[in-house]
């Protein structure tokens, strides 16, 4: 796989090593570019991608590995694959290893953002593709830079990938690429470490004016040479995702989850996935709700449990959201599990939660709650909650977003916090 920010040269470093070494060369922009101009006047679902890519923004995910695997089934005696411009966050590099297979490697090319936004409107002049329009330029790589740090420290949990300087001359960047495939795929080639290999700072510079994505990859492997971290370390974050109604919950945790690779939890579907399974607790569970009986604490509690134990062995993190509701809940986890690893609280005011309340109930059922009503839930969780927020400030596990922000910008926070461990 070769990773890179929009304009790195990731399809020029790609052709080079497909001609080099044999391989096929997949361009996943090229594909989705060729389907979304044969499909877009008469598919809707094709006309929909192409707005969205215009935009600078992500195709969906099941299209892109849908379109991945069916390239790959039409070339089964291949000597090997290059696939550039994938995976773009971690919740396709799990998808992709789910359906497809684990990479043997991941390239990835380190660009100062200077440069990328340079090439990028260079082309523009020069090929005039629909995605390198000015808005989308800046919104790829937003994007681009949002998803790089949780989608590298994957990588680099695995030791799978291989970061180099793409700030150079296109020669001199194959030259590094080369030495690594046969150092990495072909050691019999005896081949010698790459010299110009990126190396892992002991600091980073933060005063600098202008903010690169190389800077970012700094910081990315600074992260794992100063806290010692490897996978015999690895422990799985456990994220708690505290906040009143309407303060958009729901929403950022799916964001957490699509774009972080994090599994979002919520009792209500744990509850609702052991109804199902028919199992003997699932039967259990279900006299007790059938008789009008309340669930035990240490029922729901128990459900919660395996699945962080479940989580823990598959190295993947959980987002729970809507727990705990209170302190006694909070204990009783810390007693059985541990501490979270973070507790994120979106702050809201009350008179926003029962403004969007109010929007969300009128756009769903064509009515709402009495303005009164609504209101006396918000303050409800604001004073319940007090508690809670104070005990984890304590802990100094807390981190405090405002919620009173747009969504993309709400999330923008909580990357912030997800760098810091």
């Not at 030495?179 to 990495?184: E, F, G, I, W, Y």
Request: charged share 25%; hydrophobic share 35%.
């Amino acid at each position: 796989l070769c990773l890179g920010g929009p304009g790195s040269g990731k399809g020029t470093q790609c052709m080079k090593i497909a001609e080099r070494y044999k391989f096929h060369h997949v361009s996943v922009g090229e594909l989705l570019r060729k389907k979304m101009i044969h499909n877009a006047t008469s598919n809707r679902k094709w006309s929909l991608i192409a707005k969205i890519i215009t935009n600078g923004e992500l195709a969906p995910q099941e299209t892109t590995i849908t379109e991945i695997k069916q390239k790959i089934m039409k070339i089964p005696d291949a000597n090997g694959i290059v696939i550039d411009g994938f995976p773009r966050d971690i919740g396709q590099a799990l998808s992709f290893e789910d359906q497809i297979c684990t990479p043997d490697l991941v390239v990835f090319l380190a660009c100062t953002n200077h440069r990328l936004k340079e090439r990028l409107h260079k082309r523009a002049e020069q090929q005039g593709r629909p995605d390198d329009n000015p808005k989308a330029i800046d919104r790829r790589l937003t994007n681009f830079k949002q998803n790089t740090i949780p989608l590298v420290k994957y990588f680099q949990e695995r030791e799978l990938i291989v970061t180099l300087d793409a700030d150079r001359d296109e020669e001199e960047v194959f030259c590094d690429i080369s030495m690594t495939l046969d150092n990495k795929l072909f050691p019999s080639k005896k081949a010698e470490a790459v010299s110009s290999m990126l190396k892992i700072p002991l600091s980073l510079d933060t005063g600098e004016k202008h903010d690169t994505t190389l800077a970012y990859c700094y910081q990315i492997l600074n992260f794992f040479h100063l806290t010692g971290y490897s996978t015999e370390q690895k422990k799985s974050k456990i994220i708690f995702m505290i906040g009143g109604p309407g303060s958009g919950k729901s929403l950022q945790c799916e964001q957490m989850e699509e774009r972080l690779g994090l599994q979002h939890v919520t009792l209500a579907g744990l509850l609702c996935a052991e109804l199902q399974s028919h199992s003997n607790q699932g039967h259990l569970i279900q006299d007790i709700l059938e008789r009008g009986e309340q669930l035990l604490q240490g029922t729901l509690l128990e459900l919660l449990c395996d699945v962080v134990e479940s989580s823990s062995k598959q190295g993947k993190g959980l987002v729970v959201s809507d727990f705990p509701t209170d302190l006694r809940w909070a204990k009783e986890f810390e007693s059985k599990v541990g501490e979270p690893s973070a507790v994120i609280v979106l702050r809201c005011s009350v008179d926003t939660m029962s403004r969007r309340l109010q929007v969300q109930r009128r756009s769903t059922f064509g009515w709402s709650d009495s303005d009164r009503l609504l209101h006396t839930r918000a303050e409800s969780f604001c004073s319940d909650s007090q508690a809670l927020v104070s005990h984890y400030e304590n802990k100094s596990i807390l981190h405090m977003i405002d919620a009173e922000r747009s969504p993309d910008e709400v999330f923008s926070q909580i990357c912030q916090v997800m760098e810091t461990f």
